[in-house]
């Protein structure tokens, strides 16, 4: 059974940085694409960031320049590199993958943005 546990969320100040780490276990193959989703209180699960196993990349104009998504293929590992965090991306972060036909979603870990 596949699981996605994620990592690295927390309380950060205004302009400060975060890195959140997924990790894909029991699945015996690679995941085809990886990526983090994000929901705000009182909104939609909206993207961030995904990208699939040759490395292209895909993520939300709000983040570009400021977050930065990698993965380690050989650890089904997904990274996201948040810098120059604001206050509107507070949220509970998902990691997502995708392998064969089938999603997966992690429980989600939640960023708050506060001074």
């Known amino acids: 059974q596949v699981q996605l546990v994620e990592s690295g969320g927390g309380l950060v100040q205004p302009g400060g940085s975060l890195r959140l780490s997924c990790v894909a276990s029991g699945s015996g193959f690679s995941m085809n694409v990886m990526g983090w989703y994000r929901q705000a209180a009182g909104k939609e699960r909206e993207l961030v960031a995904v990208?699939?196993?040759?490395?292209?990349?895909n993520s939300a104009d709000s983040v570009k320049g400021r977050f930065t998504i990698s993965r380690d293929n050989a650890e089904n590992t997904v990274y996201l590199q948040m810098n120059a965090l604001k206050p509107e991306d507070t949220a509970v972060y998902y990691c997502?993958?995708?392998?064969?036909?089938?999603?997966?979603w992690g429980k989600g870990t939640l960023v708050t943005v506060s001074p």
């Open positions: 997502y993958a995708v392998a064969r036909v089938t999603a997966y």
């Open positions: 990208i699939i196993r040759g490395g292209t990349t």
